[in-house]
Nanobody, 123 residues
Framework: QVQLVESAGGLVQAGDSLRLSCAAS????????MGWFRQAPGKEREFVAT????????YYGDSVKGRFTISRDNAKNTVYLQMNSLKPEDTAVYYC????????????????WGKGTLVTVSS
C-alpha cells in the first residue's frame, strides 16, 4: 500500500518562502510522476505542479509559474515543492499525488493522494 506523507505546512507572511516535502512509501517511486494539487476554502481543487519520472520534465499551473519549483529525490522517495513569493491567494490545503504519467496527472488521474497539509499566507 502506497502512502504519501506531506510535511507540515504553516502560517507565513506574503512574500515569504516555504518548502513542502512529500515522502512516499514503496519501492517504485522513481517510476511514477509525482505532483501537487491544492484546494482553497470554498474553491475547487487546482493543479499546482508535476514532475515526470525519468527525465524530470516539469509542468506548472498558471497561477504558480515562476514562483514555485517542483523537484524530486528518488534516492529518498521524496518530492518537494519550493514556494517563493507567496501570496494570500496561495492559502490552501496542499496535496501530494502520484500518477502513472504526467498526462494522467494532468487529466486528474492520480492514483494516490496524501492527506494534505495546510499553508496559510497572511497579507
Amino acid at each position: 500500500q502506497v502512502q504519501l506523507v506531506e510535511s507540515a505546512g504553516g502560517l507565513v507572511q506574503a512574500g515569504d518562502s516555504l518548502r513542502l516535502s512529500c515522502a512516499a512509501s514503496g519501492r517504485t517511486f522513481s517510476s511514477y510522476a509525482m505532483g501537487w494539487f491544492r484546494q482553497a476554502p470554498g474553491k475547487e481543487r487546482e493543479f499546482v505542479a508535476t514532475i515526470s519520472a525519468g527525465v524530470y520534465t516539469t509542468y506548472y499551473g498558471d497561477s504558480v509559474k515562476g514562483r514555485f519549483t517542483i523537484s524530486r529525490d528518488n534516492a529518498k522517495n521524496t518530492v518537494y515543492l519550493q514556494m517563493n513569493s507567496l501570496k494570500p491567494e496561495d492559502t490552501a490545503v496542499y496535496y501530494c499525488v502520484r500518477a502513472t504519467t504526467v498526462r494522467t496527472m494532468l487529466n486528474n488521474g492520480a492514483d494516490h493522494w496524501g492527506k494534505g497539509t495546510l499553508v496559510t499566507v497572511s497579507s
